[in-house]
DNA sequence: TATGAATGAGGGTTCATTCAT
DNA sequence: CATGAATGAACCCTCATTCAT
């Protein structure tokens, strides 16, 4: 059912009607409520599925011996996780639900991995220096939420124009 | 009364109830229903209506003397424009509308400006050269729709990075 | 459509469906919810209507020469008119939502009334001294949810009971 | 199971949910709608229960030596039996159900065992010639529904001037 | 036999749109 | 032309009932 609901929320965005995802999911409105009291409880528990996923992905990179490698592919990897669903996209935007109580909490910490994904990335000199993690998530989500979301090739180009913005000083030789 | 449903829109987004921007405009919800016989005809209206603010103003800067600070300059305050407005932004994304029929006709062609701005910044060394049109669209798209799109300071962060990532190239030294 | 909604809630009670309500009107189920936004607001606005007539109808008594009767005939009137609306029997027994809220306010002071009344009709001998206006309302509460409040006949009769019931000791010669 | 429904509708009223009642009992919902095919079913297996320990506690009284006071005691447990329960109150109204189709049969003839103890009462002239037994199932039923079945005091009081307004006649003195 | 997940009709409420005034 | 009351479809949620395990 939750990858029912996944797929609703990635067609139709966070306003499908629960309907909608039971019809997907081959089930009754009421056994999706039953296992989701409410929307929102819907929300988040995809919200917090999908998250956990990407904090493990984010981990594993988290020993990598090319650091600004794993920062950069991690950075492209989460935008096509969430792009790829309209709903998430929405979730992450904030859009009209607290987001704080949903990724509390070890297991969907993606401000901590990112953290320390950037500050390895830029100690080993791939990313410049005067960045903050909370760049690194605005412009991680906006990314997420470009025009064409399913365009998975507009969405590489962005992120790479980003990346370069982000290696880019690191590479300005010194006398520049 | 486009101006009582942009703040409506900017306060509370996509949903804001017809009965809220008419009470905003100081007049009957059927006088809002007249002037734009659906909602969506009052978002087209709003886009339409802010797009061709925005393509005024890159026209101006169309004969600029410094393509690359015309273009950069433009690129930022269109983010802000939009951004401005949570509905808007809503609406950009393609909540389940046509945006091509809303920005067709000279005085909407957005992408028109956009592109002669990008040649000419290209033209003049200020953008690298593999950029195109499309890419810069969907980075302002983006932007717009970070996840604070009322936190100008993020806003201004982003944008700065996309610039460097957009410039990148022609600063980089040639023997790099 | 007040008149309406009283017919529907003294036909089938306080869970007859907003849908029947409309239906009695003549209206759509939105008209009723424009006129009060829920479905309580629409219990309180009946029983608050009721019960200003209740309380002018008994101020009225309260001037009354014979202040035995103006008080029995108070509390019969009364009692005919809750028990033949069975929605506000229900309200009036408290099921489930707040009637202090509902009633008060001057217009609304039944137990003022009552109290006047009753005081009244002790001090001229017609209601035995240990009654209080407490017990008065349980009393008039009770014969309104009796079992048939349809059957007037059942009803007046219970009346009578409990008129005598109040009135006994007053009536029993000194020396017994 | 029967207790736990008992005490459910007691707590909550008519309305509680059926998973409530059998959580209660400590069974599953599937369990309860095995034993009681309908929530129907359950209200009136419960009725009859009751009515069944009432008519056994009346038959009992049926032989007293002293009419009245077995009158007047039956009426006041019965009512107390039944004020405790919100639910059976609120079903002993007729809250859309047939009381007829419940209290048939000998086990549950309670209409028969007050018509016995009234009858008796009468004949020692405990309590007056008019009334019927119809005015007393009237009253006790009323009582049962006074507006805070719970307060023990108010039903109390509401009992005694019932009480002597059904004997009143009987202790005025003849010549009055 | 006992279970509880699944069902889906039905509840109250909201709101874009219509239309008589 | 402006109005806002009326509409009713659509939403989310609850819950009595069913049935495969």
Do not use: W
């Not at 989460?78 to 704080?100: I, P, R, S």
């Amino acid at each position: 059912m939750l990858e029912a609901a996944i797929a609703a929320f990635a067609a139709e965005g966070l306003s499908v009607p629960i309907h909608e995802i039971a019809r997907r999911a081959g089930v009754g409105t009421g056994t999706v409520s039953r296992h989701f009291p409410t929307k929102e409880a819907l929300y988040i528990a995809i919200v917090r599925d999908r998250i956990e996923r990407v904090v493990e992905r984010g981990r594993a990179r988290t020993a990598s011996e090319d650091p600004g490698t794993a920062f950069f592919e991690f950075f492209e990897t989460t935008v096509d996780e969430f792009a790829a669903n309209l709903g998430l996209a929405d979730a992450l935007a904030g859009a009209g639900f607290d987001m704080h109580a949903v990724a509390s909490g070890a297991k969907h910490d993606v401000i901590g991995i990112l953290g320390d994904l950037l500050t390895r990335a830029q100690k080993a000199g791939a990313v410049r220096k005067g960045i903050e993690v909370d760049d690194i998530k605005a412009l991680m989500v906006a990314c997420c939420r470009g025009p064409q979301s399913a365009d998975a090739r507009a969405r590489r180009r962005m992120v790479e124009v980003i990346s370069q913005g982000l290696r880019t000083e690191t590479r300005r030789p010194t006398r520049s």
